[in-house]
């Protein structure tokens, strides 16, 4: 059974940091790609940064410089690290894990989603 389990999130106030983890079970981890996305009342999810099997890293331009993506393979997990938040970030942050088997075949995994609010 796959799953995705973050954690953090909560109540954060403007300017502040938050720190989320995704532990992952039941998949091959460092054959998937991470990504953390978020969906914010009447919005779109959106990505906001992702993390290849061998390290690279994206950020969307709404947080880059401000977000870090890492993982630690050997832990099965995936960090999103977020600093000068702003309310405009507040969204429930989800987890997600791709391994693309082929042309046509894709594993995609996603986690429940914990909320970060940003307010004072």
């Known amino acids: 059974q796959v799953q995705l389990v973050e954690s953090g999130g909560g109540l954060v106030q403007p300017g502040g940091s938050l720190r989320l983890s995704c532990l992952a079970s039941?998949?091959?981890?460092?054959?998937?790609?991470m990504g953390w996305y978020r969906q914010a009342p009447g919005k779109q999810r959106e990505l906001v940064a992702g993390?290849?099997?061998?390290?690279?890293?994206n950020y969307a331009s709404s947080v880059k410089g401000r977000a870090t993506i890492s993982r630690d393979n050997a832990k099965n997990t995936v960090y999103l690290q977020v600093n000068t938040l702003k309310p405009e970030d507040t969204a429930v942050y989800y987890c997600?894990?791709?391994?693309?088997?082929?042309?046509?075949?894709?594993?995609?995994?996603w986690g429940r989603g914990p909320q970060v609010t940003v307010a004072s």
């Open positions: 039941g998949i091959v981890f460092n054959m998937y790609d």
């Open positions: 993390i290849s099997r061998g390290g690279i890293t």
């Open positions: 997600n894990g791709k391994w693309r088997l082929s042309a046509s075949s894709v594993n995609d995994y």
